[in-house]
């Protein structure tokens, strides 16, 4: 049995898993990232999702390579442009990349015009299925914030501009549809509001968020949004970047190469949300391990197929820099999850709800 699909818009179909490729060119060289690409397209895995800033931690020396090593792909095996669905991100205003677009300051349109080029020029393509914003150019907490500080607020850029400037790449046939990342449930719907009135093929199809045993944020506020406003969820870091297989909790820590010790230090925004010297956290992960077990699952297992059965989850976005991991998700998608496997984790997320936001 193949992966299955499903519809993000009429002419769309997506595979259910979405390989994200942020560790390309940097945890992966070019022939692991081969032997990768090649596994999950043999498992019927259609769906590609990486960004301009891309791999991590974000470097000048390696931005762009994970775009590159995907279109080194494509060439490679003659894949048809057709059979694959290709998503990227611009990435949003940041002081420190400096390297990308002088910062990139902000989300203006020629910073967005900018990006889409050098993204279809990198990815060897004439167009990019989804194009996707990054984070948002105003102030929102997020990666790891829970709080919203009004005095945090500075000057950005409007989100016509933002949406004029992609309604010309729809119009010019370099991107086919429009979705958001890391945003709030205000956010989505002013992007919604705004595009109805700019440009009537302005679609915004997804929202990729975070979304995982330990952080359901998701569901306070975004999920009714998305509901009525026929939005998927684009689900990332189902594993909470490796957590919830319990790796990092052993004696030793965890293996050397894994993400969160080889990049120690060096991967701010993984380790802001996912501390992993809080007592809570080892505690809540011990108890999904549990279950896990209860039910002769792996931890990583049981992480996936939670996040594949709700609802307006289109399709999960993982990583994976061994063939053994791809293969555990894969497996993962096959899983019959159960009402009682539910109440089991229901159980922990009342006790300890959403320990890395």
């Known amino acids: 049995?193949?992966?299955?699909?499903?519809?993000?818009?009429?002419?769309?179909?997506?595979?259910?898993?979405?390989?994200?490729?942020?560790?390309?060119?940097?945890?992966?060289?070019?022939?692991?990232?081969?032997?990768?690409l090649d596994a999950a397209f043999e498992a019927g895995?259609?769906?590609?999702?990486?960004?301009?800033?891309?791999?991590?931690?974000?470097?000048?020396?390696?931005?762009?390579?994970?775009?590159?090593?995907?279109?080194?792909?494509?060439?490679?095996?003659?894949?048809?442009?057709?059979?694959?669905?290709?998503?990227?991100?611009?990435?949003?205003?940041?002081?420190?990349?400096?390297?990308?677009?002088?910062?990139?300051k902000s989300l203006d349109a020629n910073n967005i015009s900018e990006a889409i080029d050098n993204s279809l020029m990198r990815l060897s393509t004439d167009y990019i299925d989804l194009y996707q914003i990054h984070w948002p150019d105003r102030y929102v907490p997020m990666f790891g914030e829970t709080e919203y500080d009004p005095i945090r607020q500075y000057g950005s850029v409007a989100i016509e501009?933002?949406?004029?400037?992609?309604?010309?790449?729809?119009?010019?046939?370099?991107?086919?549809?429009?979705?958001?990342?890391?945003?709030?449930?205000?956010?989505?719907?002013?992007?919604?509001?705004?595009?109805?009135?700019?440009?009537?093929?302005?679609?915004i199809v997804s929202v990729q968020n975070s979304y995982n045993l330990l952080c359901r944020n998701f569901d306070?506020?975004?999920?009714?949004?998305?509901?009525?406003?026929?939005?998927?969820?684009?689900a990332y870091s189902p594993m909470a970047m490796g957590i919830l297989s319990g790796k990092y909790f052993c004696p030793a820590g965890g293996p050397s190469?894994?993400?969160?010790?080889?990049?120690?230090?060096?991967?701010?925004?993984?380790?802001?949300?996912y501390n992993l010297s809080n007592?809570?956290?080892?505690?809540?992960?011990?108890?999904?391990?549990?279950?896990?077990?209860?039910f002769d699952l792996s931890p990583?297992?049981?992480?996936?197929?939670?996040?594949?059965?709700h609802p307006l989850v289109a399709s999960v976005v993982f990583g994976a820099t061994r063939l053994w991991q791809l293969k555990e998700v894969v497996e993962a998608s096959k899983i019959h999850v159960t009402a009682e496997m539910i109440a089991d984790i229901n159980r922990v997320h009342a006790r300890y709800p959403n320990p890395c936001p």
């Open 1 to 36: 049995m193949g992966i299955p699909t499903f519809q993000l818009a009429p002419d769309l179909s997506v595979s259910r898993l979405c390989f994200g490729t942020m560790t390309f060119g940097e945890q992966n060289s070019l022939p692991q990232s081969f032997r990768l």
């Open 279 to 294: 007592v809570t956290l080892k505690a809540v992960v011990e108890e999904y391990i549990n279950i896990a077990r209860k």
């Open 257 to 273: 190469d894994a993400r969160m010790n080889l990049f120690r230090g060096r991967y701010s925004e993984g380790e802001s949300r």
């Open 220 to 234: 306070s506020g975004l999920a009714e949004c998305c509901h009525h406003e026929s939005i998927s969820l684009l």
């Open 161 to 203: 501009e933002q949406l004029h400037a992609l309604g010309k790449a729809i119009d010019a046939g370099k991107i086919r549809y429009i979705g958001l990342s890391n945003e709030t449930p205000y956010g989505v719907m002013k992007f919604l509001q705004i595009s109805s009135y700019i440009h009537s093929n302005l679609k």
């Open 45 to 104: 895995i259609n769906f590609l999702d990486t960004a301009e800033m891309y791999p991590v931690p974000q470097r000048r020396e390696t931005q762009g390579r994970s775009e590159e090593y995907i279109s080194s792909w494509m060439r490679a095996r003659n894949v048809p442009r057709d059979r694959i669905v290709l998503a990227t991100k611009v990435a949003g205003p940041s002081g420190q990349m400096t390297w990308i677009r002088g910062g990139p």
């Open 300 to 309: 990583a297992s049981l992480a996936i197929a939670f996040v594949l059965i």
